[in-house]
C-alpha cells in the first residue's frame, strides 16, 4: 500500500530532522529484479530496504520510485545538505552470490546514479557487498571503484566464509583488512551477533 509520495514523505522527514546521509537502495530497478529472478541465488535478498522494494517492485508492477523519480530524491538532498548513501540491495548474503550478476547489475546503475547526483552537487558513497570470499574482495574493490567512478566505497565486513555464525566479528575483520588494503574506504563493523549471538 505504499505510494511513491510516501516513500518521499519519509526521506525528506529525515532530511528535515537533520540526518547526514541516507542509504537509499535506488540501484535496484526492474532490470536488476528479472537478473534475481532469472539467476537463482542461495540467499536471494538480504538487504532489508532491497527486499521490500523488490516485493513493492512485484507486487505493484512498477519501477522503484528512488529509480524512477531520482531527481526528486537529489532535490530533498540538495535542500537539505544531505549525502547519499547508495545502498546495495543485490549484496552477496553468501559466498556462492558473491560477484554474481544481480550484484555487479546492479553496481553498474549505482555508477549512472552517483554521476546525477555528482552533476547536482550531492556527494555520494556507495555500499558495498557482505560476504566474499578472499580471492574476491580486491576484484570487488576495482570494479566498484571502476563502474562508479572511484566514489567512496564501504563493505559491509566483508565476511570471508558462511560456516561461522557467532564469530562473524572475526570473519568480518580478516575481509575488512583485505578490504582496506585493497582500496575500501569506509568499513562497516560487524559484530558476533551479526546472523546470532552466543550465549554468554
Known amino acids: 500500500d505504499m505510494t511513491v509520495d510516501d516513500l518521499f514523505e519519509v526521506v525528506e522527514e529525515h532530511a528535515k530532522n537533520g540526518i547526514d546521509f541516507l542509504t537509499i537502495h535506488a540501484g535496484l ?9 532469472n539467476n537463482p541465488r542461495l540467499t536471494k535478498i538480504v538487504s532489508r530496504g532491497g527486499a521490500i ?36 540491495g543485490l549484496r552477496p548474503g553468501s559466498i ?17 546514479l552517483t554521476k546525477k547526483a555528482w552533476a547536482r552537487d550531492v556527494q555520494v558513497m ?16 576495482q570494479l566498484e571503484k571502476k563502474l562508479c567512478h572511484g566514489a567512496p566505497f564501504y563493505v559491509l565486513g ?3 566464509t558462511d560456516i561461522a555464525p557467532g ?4 570473519t568480518a575483520a580478516i575481509g575488512g583488512a583485505i578490504a582496506a588494503a585493497s582500496g575500501a574506504d569506509f568499513l562497516c563493523y560487524v559484530t558476533p551477533a551479526e546472523h546470532l549471538r552466543l550465549p554468554d
Not at 535542500?79 to 546495495?88: A, I, K, M, N
Not at 556462492?96 to 550484484?103: G, I, L, N, R
Not at 564469530?167 to 572475526?170: L, N, P, R, S, V
Request: glycine share 4%; aromatic share 10%; with cysteine.
Open 29 to 37: 530497478n526492474r532490470i536488476c529484479a528479472e537478473r534475481v529472478d
Open 53 to 88: 522494494l523488490y516485493e513493492w517492485m512485484k507486487l505493484n508492477n512498477k519501477e522503484n520510485p528512488f529509480y524512477e523519480y531520482f531527481d526528486r530524491l537529489l532535490d530533498i538532498c540538495v535542500e537539505y545538505d544531505v549525502t547519499l548513501s547508495l545502498g546495495d
Open 96 to 112: 556462492k552470490d558473491s560477484t554474481d550478476a544481480p550484484q555487479i547489475q546492479e553496481l553498474l546503475f549505482l555508477g549512472e
Open 126 to 141: 556507495i555500499e558495498g557487498p557482505g560476504h566474499v570470499p578472499l580471492h574476491e574482495i580486491a576484484s570487488n574493490m
Open 158 to 160: 566483508p565476511l570471508v
Open 167 to 170: 564469530y562473524d566479528h572475526i
